[in-house]
C-alpha cells in the first residue's frame, strides 16, 4: 500500500508517529479497502490548512465499491447507485436554500474551501465502522486543533464527529452540531438543521465569500 502524505500537512504528528502502524494493518487486512489508496488523502490534497475555511466532519468512508471517493459524503459522478446520505444532504440543502444540486461529486465544494474529512479514512467493504478503530481518530483531532487557529465553520455531524468538539480550540468558530445524514438517522435532527445556510451567514458576517453549494 501506498499512501503520499498531504504536503500542506506533513508537519502533523501523525504522519510520522501513527500513519505507519495503520499502513501495516491495512497491508494486514483481508477485505478490499475503500476508498482507493490515491484517494485516501484527498480531503486534505484539496484543502489546505490556508484555504479552509469550512470543515464538514462526518464517519467514515462509504463501504461500497465504487462509491468512495476520498471526500466525505461524496460520491463518482458516474457511480449510478443509492445515494443515501447525500441525497438526504440534497434535500435538505433544497429545503434550507431552495438550491436543487445534482451533481454527486463534491470537489467544487473541496475548491471552495470546504474540508470533507471522515473521522475514518479507510472502510473494509460491506462493514460500517470497521476502521474505526484503527488510529485514524489521531489524524481528526490533529487537524482540528491546527484549524482551530482562526475562526472557521465546523459542521459535526453524527455522533462520532460530535465527539471531536472538544479539539476545536478558541473563540468565535461556528460548530453546528445536528444527528448524521445517514437515512437510519436523518430524521432524528438533521433535517431541519438548516446548515447551509447558517454558514454562508456567518461567511458572510465575516465579510468572507459564501459556499455555492449547488451544482457549479
Not at 489508496?37 to 484555504?51: I, M
Not at 429545503?95 to 471552495?112: E, F, H
Not at 475514518?120 to 484503527?134: C, I, N, Q, R, S
Request: proline letters at 8%; one cysteine or more.
Amino acid at each position: 500500500m501506498a499512501l503520499t502524505v498531504p504536503e500542506a500537512w506533513a508537519h502533523l504528528p501523525f504522519f510520522a508517529d501513527t500513519l505507519p502502524g495503520i499502513v501495516t494493518r491495512l497491508e494486514a487486512e483481508t477485505r478490499p479497502i475503500y476508498p482507493p489508496d490515491q484517494q485516501v488523502f484527498r480531503a486534505l490534497d484539496l484543502c489546505s490548512p490556508d484555504n479552509t475555511k469550512v470543515v464538514i466532519l462526518g464517519q467514515d468512508p462509504y463501504h461500497t465499491n465504487g462509491k468512495a471517493d476520498g471526500l466525505a459524503f461524496s460520491i463518482p459522478d458516474d457511480f449510478g447507485g443509492r445515494l443515501d446520505s447525500l441525497e438526504n444532504i440534497f434535500k435538505e440543502l433544497h429545503d434550507d436554500l431552495d438550491l436543487t444540486r445534482t451533481q454527486t461529486n463534491l470537489s467544487d465544494w473541496a475548491d471552495q474551501g470546504v474540508l470533507l474529512l471522515n473521522t475514518a479514512l479507510t472502510v473494509p467493504e460491506g462493514a460500517a465502522k470497521g476502521h474505526a478503530k484503527l488510529g485514524w481518530n489521531r489524524l481528526t483531532k490533529e487537524v482540528l486543533t491546527a484549524l482551530s487557529d482562526r475562526p472557521r465553520a465546523f459542521l459535526l455531524w453524527g455522533g462520532p464527529a460530535q465527539k471531536y468538539a472538544r479539539h476545536i480550540e478558541g473563540p468565535d468558530h461556528l460548530i453546528l452540531s445536528s444527528a448524521h445524514p445517514s437515512p437510519l438517522s436523518a430524521y432524528r435532527g438533521f433535517f431541519g438543521s438548516r446548515p447551509f445556510s447558517q454558514v454562508n451567514d456567518w461567511l458572510k458576517a465575516r465579510g468572507e465569500t459564501q459556499i455555492n453549494w449547488t451544482t457549479p
